[in-house]
């Protein structure tokens, strides 16, 4: 009886087993219990607080997508305002054809067809936000060609990829820079929409879009499940909306009053 009195039991822990996600969807579940929903137990602050980690996701979505439709949209539009001619037009009447179709609409074709997930959310939206950045490089091109700093580098020997890169697009990228901070905003909308009716961003990579989703059957014993989220992503879209109108009031010499 000594001898097993001062034996010393020691429990290893388990560290091969692989950490469980738990996604809202299954702590919900696990609250239900025979056709009775618990729902209730889960505090209000435990719903907001489960809305912020989820922050990441979709702040990635939405830098991948400006950046990705920025990108392509500064080289269609700085080749169709500078070269102009049938390659201009070309590039201008396709822009044109894709702004003729909603960008949700495109967006819900284009996940269709490739499926959800992180990867095909960003080209189905990347894809879709191009043609309003080409249209306004084109423009911004059009008036920065017929500069004199641009007469001059004509003059000098300067060669067209010269001009184009080193003078003409950091010059014109004021008025993208603003336009990708305020389509943040819809970027984050739509992708939102996209996860809300489920193809979309998909488990378990966490979205908020799905969390309104996973809530909506709780609405009445805790509707802060979809509330919280809903309101997260109503003031993201609030906040980089002010911040464009920031950029817009400081790099436009015109509200500066320099002009």
Not at 11 to 22: D, L
Request: charged residues 10%; hydrophobic residues 50%.
């Amino acid at each position: 009886m000594a001898s097993i009195r001062n034996t010393r039991i020691t429990i290893m822990p388990n560290t091969t087993r692989p950490r469980p996600r738990n996604t809202l969807k299954k702590r919900l579940n696990s609250l239900t219990r025979g056709g009775a929903s618990f729902t209730d137990e889960i505090p209000i602050p435990s719903a907001i607080f489960e809305t912020l980690p989820y922050l990441y996701c979709i702040l990635i979505v939405g830098l991948l997508v400006v950046s990705i439709a920025g990108g392509f949209g500064v080289i269609l539009g700085a080749i169709a305002g500078y070269f102009g001619g049938v390659v201009g037009a070309v590039i201008m009447r396709l822009m044109d054809t894709l702004m003729t179709i909603p960008l949700m609409i495109l967006a819900m074709l284009i996940s269709s067809l490739l499926g959800g997930g992180l990867k095909n959310v960003v080209i189905a939206l990347g894809f879709g936000l191009i043609p309003g950045y080409a249209r306004m490089m084109t423009a911004q091109v059009l008036v920065a060609k017929e500069t004199d700093y641009v007469m001059a580098e004509h003059a000098m020997g300067a060669s067209n990829a010269r001009i184009v890169i080193r003078h003409i697009v950091p010059n014109c990228f004021s008025p993208i820079l603003v336009m990708m901070t305020m389509m943040m905003g819809t970027t984050i909308l739509a992708e939102a929409g996209l996860s809300f009716i489920g193809i979309g961003i998909t488990p378990p990579t966490p979205a908020w879009g799905s969390m309104v989703t996973d809530g909506r059957n709780y609405l009445l014993s805790n509707p802060m499940l979809s509330i919280a989220p809903g309101v997260a992503i109503m003031l993201l879209v609030f906040s980089f909306n002010m911040v464009g109108d920031g950029l817009r009031d400081a790099l436009d010499p015109r509200l500066r009053g320099i002009i």
